[in-house]
């Protein structure tokens, strides 16, 4: 595992490297470069039979859309939050502007990311690989968990009931995992059987 998160680091380091102009530049570094378990690239990796080259392009395009998620989840508009593991989250070192633009910046990262990086690969499986992304930052995955978890307005989670938090974790963690398994999975040159949660 260890191995697997720094090959992960590596790449993500050489994604998006300090130039002009800085600041943006920094706060996507900040947020995607700040350690964390990598469990998204992990289980894309896991499902392809040995060749993590082909599987990193896909890996590395997870981590950027989930640093992107948490930039934005940690807004003051959001869930206001001053600290993401133990230090200062990115808004309150950059600044709120900067880190919406930067969010938006890292999910376009990732998109490109996978399409100028992935070879050996058929067009067919890059577009699923693609659309899973998509799925997962859509209306079927963070952005509606998102909204229904800000709509329950800071409720602690025994006094939210079991569907509504069923339907957030479902639609945040339980599709980032999906997303991971069905990319990684897509990439695997044999043939795999795939069946979607949702």
């Given at each position: 595992?260890?191995?697997?998160?720094?090959?992960?680091?590596?790449?993500?380091?050489?994604?998006?490297?300090?130039?002009?102009?800085?600041?943006?530049?920094?706060?996507?570094?900040?947020?995607?470069?700040?350690?964390?378990?990598?469990?998204?690239?992990?289980?894309?990796?896991?499902?392809?039979?040995?060749?993590?080259?082909?599987?990193?392009?896909?890996?590395?395009?997870l981590?950027?859309?989930?640093?992107?998620?948490?930039?934005?989840?940690?807004?003051?508009?959001?869930?206001?939050?001053?600290?993401?593991?133990?230090?200062?989250?990115?808004?309150?070192?950059?600044?709120?502007?900067?880190?919406?633009?930067a969010g938006?910046?890292?999910?376009?990262?990732?998109?490109?990311?996978?399409?100028?990086?992935?070879?050996?690969?058929?067009?067919?499986?890059?577009?699923?690989?693609?659309?899973?992304?998509?799925?997962?930052?859509?209306?079927?995955?963070?952005v509606?968990?998102?909204?229904?978890?800000?709509?329950?307005?800071?409720?602690?989670?025994?006094?939210?009931?079991?569907?509504?938090?069923?339907?957030?974790?479902?639609?945040?963690?339980?599709?980032?995992?999906?997303?991971?398994?069905?990319?990684?999975?897509?990439?695997?040159?044999?043939?795999?059987?795939?069946?979607c949660?949702?």
């Amino acid at each position: 595992m260890l191995q697997k998160i720094n090959a992960v680091n590596k790449v993500l380091d050489a994604v998006v490297p300090l130039r002009n102009p800085t600041k943006i530049h920094e706060a996507m570094r900040y947020s995607f470069l700040s350690g964390g378990k990598r469990i998204c690239s992990i289980v894309c990796i896991a499902f392809v039979d040995g060749n993590e080259s082909i599987a990193m392009p896909s890996a590395c395009a997870l981590e950027m859309v989930h640093a992107a998620c948490l930039m934005h989840d940690y807004l003051s508009c959001t869930d206001s939050d001053d600290l993401r593991r133990w230090k200062p989250s990115n808004h309150k070192v950059f600044g709120e502007y900067v880190i919406v633009l930067a969010g938006c910046a890292l999910v376009t990262c990732a998109f490109e990311h996978i399409v100028t990086t992935i070879v050996g690969v058929k067009l067919e499986k890059i577009l699923r690989v693609i659309g899973e992304l998509a799925r997962l930052i859509g209306l079927e995955g963070v952005v509606v968990g998102q909204v229904d978890d800000l709509e329950s307005g800071g409720q602690d989670q025994s006094d939210m009931g079991f569907e509504k938090l069923e339907y957030i974790h479902f639609h945040k963690t339980t599709a980032a995992l999906e997303a991971s398994a069905i990319a990684g999975a897509m990439l695997e040159k044999k043939s795999v059987a795939i069946t979607c949660m949702t």
